[in-house]
């Protein structure tokens, strides 16, 4: 894992197709139907990156009347944000530092 031992979110959005899809629920929630529509894909493709984001609590999935609308959940994004920000502060504090050679 790159970040911690929680959900490895930089790893399941180097997927193009995961990318899109979180972008796109990060927009609105929507439904299969409607994600299918704007990424082109084919439905048992979009289903089957749905269920590893929900599996990942990237997503959550909630029933509306016939539906299901799927919606990121933004603590997530949140708490790797915070991660790579703590990485790139750490990086900066430590770029003029060397290791000496043995």
């Not at 972008?23 to 704007?38: M, N, R, W, Y």
């Not at 299901?68 to 915070?82: I, M, N, Q």
């Amino acid at each position: 894992m790159l970040i911690s031992a929680e959900v490895d979110v930089i790893r399941l959005l180097a997927d193009p197709l995961r990318e899109q899809i979180v972008e796109l629920l990060a927009e609105q929630p929507a439904c299969t139907c409607h994600l299918v529509e704007d990424t082109g894909a084919k439905q048992p493709t979009v289903s089957h990156h749905l269920k590893v984001l929900r599996e990942a609590g990237l997503v959550e999935a909630e029933p509306y009347g016939r539906y299901t609308y799927y919606r990121v959940v933004p603590e997530v994004l949140d708490r790797t944000a915070s991660r790579i920000a703590a990485l790139a502060d750490r990086a900066r504090a430590t770029s003029g530092d060397r290791r000496e050679c043995a």
